[in-house]
C-alpha cells in the first residue's frame, strides 16, 4: 500500500568528501530543488551530514547546509526520523556497522562503497531483505556509468556469458599515457599522483585490488551467484613494460587493465589483468581516466557502456539516481528485491583457462637458439601465432604471441624458458583478449 502520507525523506549523508560534498550540493541546490521534487515524487530532505572534522571547508556556495555537518555518524543512524541513509565515507569499517544499523532501525541504504559490497554485500543484502528494505548501489562500479541497473533489470532475462571492463580510470590513464608516450611506469605513476588521478598510495589501484572488488560485483549479478573476494584472481600494471606495450600497438593491439567476469562450462572465472585488446574492439578506444562495461549476452549481442568511472560529481549523479529511486519505493511501500544468489557457480583455477599470450624473450643473438625456444614451447603443445625479432647487439628480442593455451601449459613453457642457457630473460607476459568476442 501506498505511504499516502509521506511528504518527504529525510537523508542522513555519511561522509562529504569529493563524492559526499557533490551529492550533498546536487540535494540542495535552490535551482535544482522543483525538479527533484517532482521526479522523486516526493520533498527529498537533507537533514545530517556526518564526517571526521565538521570544520573542514566543503564548498565556496553560500548555501551549502554547513549546519547540518558532525562529527557524530552513530547517532545519524540512531535517528527515528531518517528514512535513509547514503554511506559516502569509505572503508569496511566503521562503514560496515553503521549501514548494518541503518537497516535494522528499518532505514533504506545507498552506498557507493566497493570494497564493503565486494566483501559483505551478501549478508547486507540479506539484512535489506529481511527489512524489506533498498540497499542500492549504483555509483560503486563505474561511477556515473549505470551498470548495476543494466545487469539487475535491463538484462535480468539474458543469459550473459561474458562481463569485460575498464573499471579504474588510474590505470586506464596510466596505460594510456605509457603508450601514448613511450613512458616508463615509474615515471607516469609520478605524473599521475602530481594530477590527483592517482593516490599517494596507489597500489588499490595498481595492484587491481579496486577492480576486482568490482570485478566481483559485476559477476555476482551477471551469473546469480555469490563471488568469494578472495578467489578472485589479481594482477596488476606495475610490472608491465613501455617497450611491449609499443609492441602491442605495432601489432595492432593496445594493452588495458580488464576486469573479466566470464561464463566457462558449468563454472565462472573472476578476474583481472592487464590484456592486450585488438584496436578494433571496442574497449581499445577506452582511453584516459574514461570507464567502460562490455557485456555479451547470448540473445542481447555486445553492448558496451561507457563513461565517467569516477569523480565526485560523476559519482554523484549514480548516487542521486539511487536516492531518487529509493524515496519514490520509500513512498510506494515497497522496495527493490536484492539480486538472486541461486547459482553457486564454482570458480574455474585460473591456470585451467585457456588464453591467447604475448611473450617476449631476450636471448642471446646465436645461431639455432630460434629452434631451441620453439622447441620448448612444443613440448608444452603451446602453439606458436606470430614471432618478430629484433637484434639487441649480442642479444635479440624473440616475440611471440600464441594461439589459445592452457595457462598452465604456457607458465611450464616459461619456466623451461628461463632454464635455458640462452634465454636472459622472459621479459614480458601479456594475455591476448577479444580476438574471438564468442563464448568459449
Ligand atoms: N571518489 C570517487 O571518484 C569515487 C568513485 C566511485 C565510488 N567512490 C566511493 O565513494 C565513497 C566515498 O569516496 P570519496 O572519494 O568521496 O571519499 P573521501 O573524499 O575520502 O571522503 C570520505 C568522507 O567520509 C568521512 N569519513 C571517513 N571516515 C569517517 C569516520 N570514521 N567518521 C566520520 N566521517 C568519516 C570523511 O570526513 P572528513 O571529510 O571530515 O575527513 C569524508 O568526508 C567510497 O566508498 C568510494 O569507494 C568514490
Redesign the pocket.
Known amino acids: 500500500m501506498a505511504n499516502a502520507e509521506k511528504t518527504s525523506i529525510r537523508i542522513g549523508l555519511?561522509?562529504?568528501?569529493?563524492?559526499?560534498?557533490?551529492l550533498a550540493s546536487l540535494l540542495v541546490d535552490p535551482s535544482a530543488h522543483e525538479t527533484l521534487v517532482r521526479r522523486a515524487g516526493v520533498e527529498l530532505e537533507l537533514v545530517a551530514?556526518?564526517?571526521?572534522?565538521?570544520n573542514?571547508v566543503?564548498s565556496q556556495e553560500s548555501w551549502f547546509p554547513i549546519h547540518l555537518?558532525t562529527?557524530n555518524?552513530d547517532a545519524i543512524v540512531d535517528r527515528d526520523d531518517i528514512d535513509l541513509v547514503v554511506?559516502?565515507?569509505?572503508?569496511l569499517?566503521?562503514?560496515g556497522t553503521l549501514i548494518a544499523k541503518a537497516l535494522a532501525s528499518g532505514k533504506a541504504v545507498v552506498?557507493?562503497?566497493?570494497?564493503?559490497l565486494a566483501q559483505r554485500g551478501k549478508d547486507l543484502e540479506e539484512l535489506a531483505q529481511a527489512q524489506r528494505r533498498d540497499l542500492a548501489y549504483e555509483?560503486?562500479?563505474?561511477?556515473a556509468i549505470p551498470v548495476i541497473r543494466t545487469l539487475r533489470e535491463s538484462l535480468a532475462g539474458e543469459a550473459i556469458y561474458r562481463v569485460m571492463g575498464i573499471v579504474n580510470?588510474t590505470t586506464n590513464f596510466i596505460l594510456s599515457k605509457m603508450t601514448a608516450e613511450g613512458l616508463a611506469y615509474d615515471e607516469v605513476i609520478a605524473e599521475a599522483q602530481r594530477l590527483g588521478y592517482a593516490e599517494r598510495d596507489p597500489s588499490a589501484d595498481v595492484e587491481g585490488y579496486?577492480a576486482a572488488a568490482k570485478a566481483a560485483i559485476l559477476a555476482g549479478l551477471a551469473f546469480d551467484t555469490s563471488i568469494d573476494l578472495e578467489a578472485v584472481h589479481c594482477e596488476g600494471i606495475t610490472k608491465l613494460r613501455s617497450v611491449d606495450l609499443a609492441y602491442a600497438a605495432k601489432m595492432g593491439y593496445c594493452v588495458k587493465l580488464l576486469a573479466i567476469a566470464e561464463r566457462i562450462g558449468d563454472g565462472i572465472s573472476v578476474r583481472v589483468h592487464p590484456a592486450m585488446v585488438p584496436l578494433h574492439h571496442p574497449l581499445a578506444s577506452v582511453d584516459g581516466a574514461m570507464n567502460a562495461v562490455f557485456i555479451e549476452g547470448a540473445a542481447s549481442g555486445p553492448i558496451m557502456l561507457y563513461g565517467q568511472?569516477?569523480?565526485?560529481l560523476?559519482?554523484a549523479s549514480?548516487?542521486l539516481g539511487d536516492v531518487i529511486d529509493v524515496a519514490r519505493n520509500l513512498v510506494a511501500s515497497t522496495y527493490q528485491q536484492p539480486p538472486r544468489r541461486h547459482a553457486s557457480l564454482a570458480m574455474k583455477a585460473t591456470t585451467d583457462l585457456v588464453s591467447e599470450f604475448y611473450l617476449s624473450i631476450e636471448v642471446l643473438d646465436e645461431p639455432g637458439v630460434l629452434a631451441k625456444v620453439a622447441d620448448v614451447f612444443g613440448t608444452h603443445g603451446v602453439s606458436i601465432r606470430s614471432m618478430e625479432q629484433t637484434g639487441l647487439g649480442d642479444e635479440a628480442r624473440l616475440v611471440f604471441v600464441t594461439h589459445l593455451a592452457l595457462e598452465h601449459a604456457v607458465a611450464a613453457t616459461i619456466a623451461d624458458l628461463k632454464n635455458l642457457r640462452e634465454v636472459e630473460a622472459v621479459g614480458g607476459i601479456i594475455r591476448v583478449v577479444g580476438n574471438d568476442q564468442e563464448a568459449q
Do not use: Q, W, Y
Not at 49 to 54: C, F, K, L, S
Not at 87 to 91: P, V
Not at 139 to 143: E, F, K, L, Q, S
Not at 309 to 312: K, P, S, T
Open positions: 555519511l561522509g562529504c568528501g569529493n563524492v559526499g560534498a557533490a551530514i556526518g564526517v571526521n572534522d565538521p573542514k566543503r555537518l562529527d555518524v554511506e559516502l565515507m569509505g572503508g569499517e566503521p562503514a552506498s557507493a562503497n566497493k570494497a564493503l555509483a560503486a562500479v563505474a561511477g580510470g579496486d568511472g569516477a569523480g565526485g560523476p559519482t549514480a548516487v
